[in-house]
């Protein structure tokens, strides 16, 4: 049977929890225990984890003393802590893990080589891939949709607050529907948000599947990817 590889995402804001801002630890430990689900079943996962709990590059050069590139740079450094927080939250449930940075820091963790990468993700290491793609002007959705491409992933997963993509906003409206399945033109032409459209280019470009998931819904991950049911989220494919 062919080992399954996917790329997991997931937002930096859903780790602050309702405070909006910084790591709840109880988030962490839930992701971690998703993530091992995943891992006992045999499954090589790479993850992303964004850094909107900390800092964002856009709202960090509003006020006008930060310039855009610095803010996104900030924003990049901000996923490095983020994905040190998780990587010790998986290493407590029993798991190995390494991260790798896209900018050297050799003392905290590898720098980003994607064979190295899938070499650990062979023997079973989860790998946390941090500071974005390393260029300003991108986002972790992005980083984490080349990633996926780079270490041949299956997919990847879109971890979010949300089922997946509805027909409307289903904040605004009791009938909105769940949509299963729409085509990367589609999420394109609708602008569905998910994910940002430079993300949905390279999957589409590359022909990775993206499944938009509730992240908050216990064994959901798991489900898909495992069990390989994808009733109750989304694919863009
Ligand atoms: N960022 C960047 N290049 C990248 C990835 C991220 O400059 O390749 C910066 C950007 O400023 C972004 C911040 O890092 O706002 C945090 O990432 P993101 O907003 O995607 O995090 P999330 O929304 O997933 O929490």
Redesign the pocket.
């Known amino acids: 049977m062919k080992e399954k590889r996917v790329l997991v995402k997931f937002?930096?804001?859903a780790l602050a929890g309702g405070s909006g801002f910084g790591i709840e630890p109880e988030i962490l430990k839930y992701i971690a225990e998703e993530i091992k689900s995943l891992a006992v079943a045999g499954v090589q996962i790479g993850i992303v984890i964004?850094?909107?709990?900390i800092?964002?590059?856009?709202s960090a050069s509003q006020g006008g003393i930060i310039g855009r590139t610095s803010?996104?740079?900030m924003?990049?450094l901000?996923?490095v802590i983020n994905s040190i927080a998780l990587r010790e939250a998986i290493e407590r449930v029993g798991l190995n893990v390494r991260v790798q940075s896209a900018i050297k820091m050799e003392a905290i963790c590898e720098t980003f080589i994607i064979g190295r990468a899938i070499r650990h993700m062979q023997k079973g290491r989860v790998v946390i891939f941090a500071a974005?793609?390393?260029?300003?002007?991108?986002?972790?959705?992005?980083?984490a949709t080349l990633r996926a491409i780079e270490m041949e992933s299956d997919m990847i997963i879109k971890a979010t607050k949300v089922n997946g993509v509805y027909d409307k906003d289903p904040v605004k409206f009791s009938d909105a529907q769940l949509i299963g399945e729409l085509s990367y033109d589609k999420a394109l032409a609708d602008d569905i948000k998910v994910m940002d459209d430079t993300a949905i280019a390279l999957a589409k470009d590359n022909k990775l599947p993206i499944v938009v998931c509730n992240m908050f819904e216990p064994g959901n991950i798991a489900k898909i990817v495992v069990d390989e049911d994808l009733s109750g989220c989304s694919v863009v494919k």
């Open positions: 937002s930096g804001e964004g850094g909107g709990n800092i964002r590059g856009v803010g996104d740079y924003g990049m901000s996923t974005g793609t390393g260029n300003p002007f991108f986002t972790t959705d992005t980083a």
